[in-house]
């Protein structure tokens, strides 16, 4: 997969073109979705007393058939 950090970007770049204007809101859409996931698995980690102390996009990863995974826990 790739990080959300990367998504982002390419989802950034992607909009100077005019060919890709209609699939922007549904890329959007899927980021969105994404972000969710991580404040879903965040709440679930701090209902368990668990801090996970580096959230940042980078730490993040998309898999390719819509996982979402928070990596990096050892500053947790």
């Given at each position: 997969?790739?990080?959300?950090?990367?998504?982002?970007?390419?989802?950034?770049?992607?909009?100077?073109?005019?060919?890709?204007?209609?699939?922007?809101?549904?890329?959007?859409?899927?980021?969105l979705?994404?972000?969710?996931?991580?404040?879903?698995?965040?709440?679930?980690?701090?209902?368990c007393?668990?801090?996970?102390?580096?959230?940042k996009?980078?730490?993040?990863?998309?898999?390719?058939?819509?996982?979402?995974?928070?990596?990096?826990?050892?500053?947790?």
């Open positions: 997969g790739e990080s959300l950090a990367d998504a982002v970007k390419r989802f950034h770049g992607a909009g100077r073109g005019s060919a890709s204007a209609e699939r922007r809101p549904l890329e959007l859409r899927r980021l979705s994404r972000f969710i996931d991580v404040c879903n698995a965040v709440e679930y980690a701090h209902s007393g668990v801090l996970h102390r580096d959230i996009p980078s730490n993040i990863m998309l898999g390719e058939y819509g996982e979402t995974l928070l990596v990096d826990w050892g500053l947790a």
